[in-house]
Nanobody, 122 residues
Framework: QVQLVESGGGSVQAGGSLSLSCAASGRTFYDYSMHWFRQAPGKEREFVAGISWIGDTTYYAESVKGRFTISRDNAKSAVYLQMNSLKPEDTAVYFC???????????????WGQGTRVTVSS
């Protein structure tokens, strides 16, 4: 079992920045690829950004490339998402998720946090 707790959501105007954090506990954090997903009202949950359990390789959805940056600190069992140049379409609940030794970004086989809301106004 892995427990995940997100923090850092809030409201911001378009063009602004927010930083999300996710604290993990329960198992060996370094064995997990860490992912951020988001879910907007009436839409399916979608992958946003990921960082591999091997070598800290990062990968992003096309919609956020160049604007969002994911990072991790294995010593603190934490993962972060820096979001810059935010757009109204980035408005969603953001979820931290952990997948054991896999970079696959489908929603199955993940441990999930409770989510944190991000609202971007125009």
């Amino acid at each position: 079992q892995v427990q995940l707790v997100e923090s850092g959501g809030g409201s911001v105007q378009a063009g602004g920045s927010l930083s999300l954090s996710c604290a993990a506990s329960g198992r060996t954090f370094y064995d997990y690829s860490m992912h951020w997903f988001r879910q907007a009202p009436g839409k399916e949950r979608e992958f946003v950004a990921g960082i591999s359990w091997i070598g800290d390789t990062t990968y992003y959805a096309e919609s956020v490339k160049g604007r969002f940056t994911i990072s991790r600190d294995n010593a603190k069992s934490a993962v972060y998402l820096q979001m810059n140049s935010l757009k109204p379409e980035d408005t969603a609940v953001y979820f931290c998720a952990a997948r054991y030794r896999s970079d696959v970004t489908t929603t199955d086989d993940h441990y999930w946090g409770q989510g944190t809301r991000v609202t971007v106004s125009s």
